[in-house]
């Protein structure tokens, strides 16, 4: 074993709190939705059980609507602003009231072909909990196919210039007087400012008020934006449920109709003025108008869209690592702030993967050589500066190691 898979192993361990794992001490003390899954996805390396521990404790949090919220909070830790006072999440377990990225159904699918002994019971055994969540996001969140974000932080992206303009429609009326935790944790450079935070807040004080009332907020919230992340990362694992289905002798029929609608709703995030997939608020129409990391999901989502390769090739090489979470050649750009610029791995692997099943296996390797450079340089950091690979924000970052072991190493 390396050097560099003993730490990302001791990094799994150390921040594992029995059950599930916290993204990083201190700056992220719960567990969060995605980070999770691509915890698992490291566990699975060397302890089988442990990853579909990991799975079971995110979705004992799904809420009777079929959600599953983008935070648990298990143990309350004053580490973190905003907590569950804040939130007031309905579900079985303290938790926000929004979902994020649903990529479980396709790491289900990849771990339980890794666990010839069990994976098909625990395919079965999660599938309920899985197709109740997709079909959550298509009552609530699918517009003509394309999927809907309420809030900056389902996508995970929290700061993207692409929220900029529906930002700016929006005035943080009636928030309470609050402190921010994340800059005692980090370099406040790093992270969003407080114009982003303040909307932040005033989106989950509206939905809070509404007791997360999705009937209500698609009435009235300003932030209702089509969004590529969570379009292709549901795309593709409504492929992944729909081949699970199959091999348990499930129907099928509801999850292909999802399927369909989902390869027309990308086309209409397709910005011609750019000639690239982008997010489109809703309430105003408008395209967010430049070109994020999370455009390059498009094939892990199954849609083969080659007009993207050129932006790919471009971005890789405008700097020393990519994929450069937002177009370097944009005026927004920032490659030290969050995700208005930095490189993130677990977008790297999700991408290569993506690549790699279209096809484009040089693309693919490229990514890849060029992440395991960054990280063995640079550590296991939650993001880095695409210019140097500096690493940014929280250090000892559980998905950059599950990304280490399970795919860049
Ligand atoms: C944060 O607190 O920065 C998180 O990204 C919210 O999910």
Redesign the pocket.
């Given at each position: 074993m390396s050097d560099l898979d003993a730490q990302a192993r001791d990094i799994l361990r150390g921040n594992d709190k029995g059950g599930y794992t916290v993204p990083t001490h201190g700056?992220?003390p719960y567990q969060?939705n995605w980070d999770s899954v691509f915890a698992a996805w490291g566990f699975a390396v060397d302890d089988l059980p442990r990853a579909w521990a990991e799975i079971e404790t995110l979705l004992a949090g799904q809420w009777d609507n079929g959600m599953v919220p983008?935070?648990l909070f298990h143990q309350v830790d004053p580490s973190?602003?905003?907590g569950p006072d804040v939130w007031q999440g309905t579900g079985p377990v303290p938790s926000?009231g929004i979902s994020?990225p649903p990529i479980a159904a396709t790491f289900v699918r990849q771990i339980a072909a890794l666990d010839a002994a069990n994976g098909a019971a625990k395919m079965r055994a999660l599938f309920p909990a899985l197709l109740k969540w997709h079909r959550w996001f298509y009552q609530w969140r699918s517009e003509d196919g394309a999927i809907v974000v309420t809030h900056p932080?389902e996508t995970?992206r929290?700061n993207s210039p692409d929220w900029d303009p529906p930002f700016a429609a929006i005035d943080p009326v009636g928030i309470d007087t609050y402190q921010r935790r994340?800059t005692g944790h980090v370099n406040q450079d790093e992270?969003?400012r407080k114009y982003e935070y303040d909307r932040?807040l005033y989106l989950v004080k509206l939905g809070a008020d509404s007791g997360w009332d999705e009937r209500y907020l698609r009435q009235v919230t300003p932030f209702r934006v089509a969004d590529p992340t969570m379009s292709f990362t549901l795309l593709r694992a409504n492929r992944d449920l729909l081949a699970m289905a199959a091999e348990l002798g499930e129907p099928t029929d509801e999850i292909a109709t999802w399927i369909a609608a989902q390869e027309a709703g990308a086309q209409t995030l397709w910005n011609p003025d750019i000639a690239a997939y982008d997010t489109c608020d809703l309430r105003s129409g408008a395209f967010g108008g430049g070109v994020s990391s999370a455009a390059f999901l498009c094939w892990y989502a199954g849609i083969h869209d080659d007009r993207m390769l050129g932006h790919l090739e471009r971005i890789m090489s405008a700097e020393t690592y990519g994929i450069a979470s937002y177009d370097p050649d944009h005026a927004a750009y920032e490659p030290k702030r969050?995700w208005r610029g930095p490189v993130w791995a677990m977008m790297n692997m999700l991408i290569a993967m993506g690549l790699h099943e279209a096809g484009h296996t040089a693309h693919a390797d490229a990514i890849r050589a060029n992440t395991a450079r960054m990280i063995t340089e640079n550590g296991f950091a939650e993001y880095f500066d695409p210019r140097d690979g500096a690493p940014a924000g929280g250090r000892s970052f559980t998905w950059t190691a599950a990304v280490w072991l399970g795919w860049a190493s």
């Amino acid at each position: 074993m390396s050097d560099l898979d003993a730490q990302a192993r001791d990094i799994l361990r150390g921040n594992d709190k029995g059950g599930y794992t916290v993204p990083t001490h201190g700056l992220y003390p719960y567990q969060w939705n995605w980070d999770s899954v691509f915890a698992a996805w490291g566990f699975a390396v060397d302890d089988l059980p442990r990853a579909w521990a990991e799975i079971e404790t995110l979705l004992a949090g799904q809420w009777d609507n079929g959600m599953v919220p983008h935070i648990l909070f298990h143990q309350v830790d004053p580490s973190y602003f905003p907590g569950p006072d804040v939130w007031q999440g309905t579900g079985p377990v303290p938790s926000s009231g929004i979902s994020q990225p649903p990529i479980a159904a396709t790491f289900v699918r990849q771990i339980a072909a890794l666990d010839a002994a069990n994976g098909a019971a625990k395919m079965r055994a999660l599938f309920p909990a899985l197709l109740k969540w997709h079909r959550w996001f298509y009552q609530w969140r699918s517009e003509d196919g394309a999927i809907v974000v309420t809030h900056p932080w389902e996508t995970g992206r929290d700061n993207s210039p692409d929220w900029d303009p529906p930002f700016a429609a929006i005035d943080p009326v009636g928030i309470d007087t609050y402190q921010r935790r994340d800059t005692g944790h980090v370099n406040q450079d790093e992270r969003p400012r407080k114009y982003e935070y303040d909307r932040y807040l005033y989106l989950v004080k509206l939905g809070a008020d509404s007791g997360w009332d999705e009937r209500y907020l698609r009435q009235v919230t300003p932030f209702r934006v089509a969004d590529p992340t969570m379009s292709f990362t549901l795309l593709r694992a409504n492929r992944d449920l729909l081949a699970m289905a199959a091999e348990l002798g499930e129907p099928t029929d509801e999850i292909a109709t999802w399927i369909a609608a989902q390869e027309a709703g990308a086309q209409t995030l397709w910005n011609p003025d750019i000639a690239a997939y982008d997010t489109c608020d809703l309430r105003s129409g408008a395209f967010g108008g430049g070109v994020s990391s999370a455009a390059f999901l498009c094939w892990y989502a199954g849609i083969h869209d080659d007009r993207m390769l050129g932006h790919l090739e471009r971005i890789m090489s405008a700097e020393t690592y990519g994929i450069a979470s937002y177009d370097p050649d944009h005026a927004a750009y920032e490659p030290k702030r969050y995700w208005r610029g930095p490189v993130w791995a677990m977008m790297n692997m999700l991408i290569a993967m993506g690549l790699h099943e279209a096809g484009h296996t040089a693309h693919a390797d490229a990514i890849r050589a060029n992440t395991a450079r960054m990280i063995t340089e640079n550590g296991f950091a939650e993001y880095f500066d695409p210019r140097d690979g500096a690493p940014a924000g929280g250090r000892s970052f559980t998905w950059t190691a599950a990304v280490w072991l399970g795919w860049a190493s």
